[in-house]
T-cell receptor, first 112, second 110 residues
Framework: DGGITQSPKYLFRKEGQNVTLSCEQN?????MYWYRQDPGQGLRLIYY???????QKGDIAEGYSVSREKKESFPLTVTSAQKNPTAFYLC???????????FGDGTRLSIL | QKEVEQDPGPLSVPEGAIVSLNCTYS??????FMWYRQYSRKGPELLMY??SSGNKEDGRFTAQVDKSSKYISLFIRDSQPSDSATYLC??????????WGAGTKLIIKP
């Protein structure tokens, strides 16, 4: 069954800690994306990758980092530099940049 | 002013009613338009994907794009309680970045 898997579903971060959110897809999509969703706001783009070993900053990349070593995987690290990390994080993929994006079920990150 | 505007609602309608959800956009460079449905604590699910002005129908759902007015709509016929969700519109810029509305919360009352 093809799709996008995000893990964990819930994550808690302590002060000064980096945490990594996992995103895996088996749709054979070239492009992958990370969004942040806050209540009452639209999705905001953190990072995106159109091809393996290449990625670009989105609108709110500060305090986040990514890697794209495999086509199937696009992990997001929320660093201690991100001062307001509490949010719902969504990973998406698409066949190409002008194709619809398909989403995982998200990771909810909270601060301890 | 946001590039894609969407009334946050909530919009509450009785079961069986026709629902109309709307977005306006400001940038003529937007080429493709999408509607997503998002249930609580879940990721958005693609409902409709359109390019040209006019209507596109899929089952109970009809997406309408009016590029001259920069207005996009989603109509849901014979609404069901299971349609209760947040509906997100999105527009794809010519630079391939997807710009999102804030979402409209829809409640279908049995």
């Amino acid at each position: 069954d093809g799709g996008i898997t995000q893990s964990p579903k819930y994550l808690f971060r302590k002060e000064g800690q980096n945490v990594t959110l996992s995103c895996e897809q088996n749709l054979n999509h070239d492009a992958m994306y990370w969004y942040r969703q806050d209540p009452g706001q639209g999705l905001r783009l953190i990072y995106y990758s159109q091809i393996v070993n290449d990625f670009q900053k989105g609108d709110i990349a500060e305090g986040y980092s990514v890697s794209r070593e495999k086509k199937e995987s696009f992990p997001l690290t929320v660093t201690s530099a991100q001062k307001n990390p509490t949010a719902f994080y969504l990973c998406a993929s698409s066949k190409g940049s002008n194709q619809p994006q398909h989403f995982g079920d998200g990771t909810r990150l909270s601060i301890l | 002013q946001k590039e894609v505007e969407q009334d946050p609602g909530p919009l509450s309608v009785p079961e069986g009613a026709i629902v109309s959800l709307n977005c306006t956009y400001s940038n003529s460079a937007f080429q493709y338009f999408m509607w997503y449905r998002q249930y609580s604590r879940k990721g958005p699910e693609l409902l409709m994907y359109t390019y040209s002005s006019g209507n596109k129908e899929d089952g109970r759902f009809t997406a309408q794009v009016d590029k001259s007015s920069k207005y996009i709509s989603l109509f849901i016929r014979d609404s069901q309680p299971s349609d209760s969700a947040t509906y997100l519109c999105a527009a794809l810029h010519s630079n391939y970045q997807l710009i999102w509305g804030a979402g409209t919360k829809l409640i279908i009352k049995p």
